[in-house]
């Protein structure tokens, strides 16, 4: 059996743990009740949260810590809420009312940016407690990510126009040399090393020198399309994205 924290044998119900490696058969074990934890990740325990974040918007992106602890959303047409206790309780911060339509958070928390439509990028250093315009421009920003520092924040916007980089948490920002597109999404790995974007009419294209040089993806299965969202992995190895006119999946190992 498991021996607790406190120095005392687990609870009974727990075969399946393995000892302090942590070792443990899920068919077997489900839920540390004494504990109040849920091994049943995702699966079940969903709730509406409660406080101002509640009600009738259009939420258009949220965003979460590493930890869960530091949760961020946007509302088209709407404000930006945050929560700093796992999602228990909810709050909006500056600045006001804007077309929000993406949000990425550091591991931490700590730096968070979000990006308008027709707007700005909008950065925050202190968890989320307040944004500020991150002097890019204004523009019709479509999505954005944020390595796990904070260090790297990589935005997409439609234009035709130029991918925007920041490599100092959002004090100044690089037009990237991946040209100008109809930019839909884009994706940072962990580190920041690898960044890829989607062209809405156009390919995929990736970065594996921190942004510093783009290629298209030779003979991407079908080629050029109606690309409009991508997520890369933490090391960057694992890549997903989705083609809305194929109604299909693409993915890289």
């Known amino acids: 059996g498991y021996t607790g924290v406190t120095g005392r044998t687990g609870p009974t119900g727990m075969t399946g743990f393995t000892g302090p490696t ?17 091994l ?3 699966v ?21 810590s590493s930890s869960g602890q530091y949760q961020t959303a946007v509302v088209d047409n709407g404000l930006v809420w945050v ?16 077309a929000w339509t993406s949000v990425a958070l550091s591991a931490s928390g700590q730096y968070q940016a979000a990006v308008v439509s027709g707007g700005a990028i909008y950065v925050s250093s202190n968890f989320g407690t307040s944004f500020a315009d ?37 004090t100044t920002w690089t037009s990237l040399s991946a040209g100008s597109r109809e930019w839909y999404s884009a994706s940072i790995s962990a580190s920041g090393q690898h960044q890829t974007a989607v062209a809405y009419n156009g390919s995929i294209y990736v970065s594996s020198d921190y942004g510093t040089t783009w290629r298209a993806v030779a003979g991407t299965p079908p080629g050029s399309g109606s690309w409009n969202a991508v997520s890369v ?3 960057g190895q694992y890549q997903i994205a989705s083609r809305e006119t194929a109604s299909a999946l693409y993915v890289s190992s």
């Not at 942590?22 to 849920?38: K, N, R, Y």
């Open 83 to 98: 929560s700093t206790n796992y999602g228990n309780t909810w709050g909006s911060v500056t600045p006001g009312n804007q």
């Open 44 to 64: 079940s325990n969903w709730r509406e949260v409660a406080a101002g974040a509640t009600g009738s918007r259009s939420w258009d992106a949220v965003a979460t």
């Open 134 to 170: 991150a002097g890019s421009g204004n523009g019709s920003w479509t999505s954005v990510s944020i390595s796990a520092s904070g260090q790297y924040i990589l935005a997409s916007r439609f234009g035709p126009t130029t991918l925007l980089l920041s490599s100092n948490s959002g």
């Open 233 to 235: 992995s933490s090391s």
């Open 22 to 38: 942590g070792v443990f058969d899920p068919a077997v074990l489900t839920t540390f009740s004494e504990f109040g934890i849920s």
């Open 40 to 42: 049943d990740i995702g």
